[in-house]
């Protein structure tokens, strides 16, 4: 299991860094990834990383704001937020994955709770 941390009120052009750090799993064998759930919206993907955090992808709404890293001697991966904007508000939720890297949610087979995330205009 992975659990989620790091999230709380900040505002609009500010900078918050999430934590998933895993228990009972050792991350690198996995891809792991973020998601976010805004109130009524479905889940939907952020960023994901490789399993040896060569390769990353960003949803391009994010590109340039959001900065995905892990550290596997911590078991912990991460979400920088930078810059961000009250339609970043949601639930944030870290999965991890024994697949290729993907921006589905059903082909990430882990998941914890989720941080929220409030951004305040």
């Known amino acids: 299991v992975q659990q989620a941390s790091g999230g709380g009120w900040v505002q609009t052009g500010g900078c918050l860094s999430l934590?998933?750090?895993?228990?009972?799993?050792?991350?690198?064998?996995?891809?792991m990834g973020w998601f976010r759930q805004a109130a009524g919206k479905e889940r939907e993907f952020v960023s994901c990383i490789s399993w040896n955090g060569n390769r990353t992808y960003y949803a391009d709404s994010l590109k340039g704001r959001f900065t995905i890293s892990r550290d596997n001697s911590k078991n912990t991966a991460y979400l920088e937020m930078n810059d961000v904007k009250p339609e970043d508000t949601a639930v944030y939720y870290c999965?991890?994955?024994?697949?290729?890297?993907?921006?589905?949610?059903?082909?990430?087979?882990?998941w914890g709770q989720g941080t929220q995330v409030t951004v305040s205009s």
């Open positions: 934590s998933c750090e895993a228990f009972g799993r050792t991350i690198s064998d996995y891809v």
């Open positions: 999965a991890a994955s024994g697949n290729l890297l993907s921006v589905l949610t059903q082909t990430y087979e882990y």
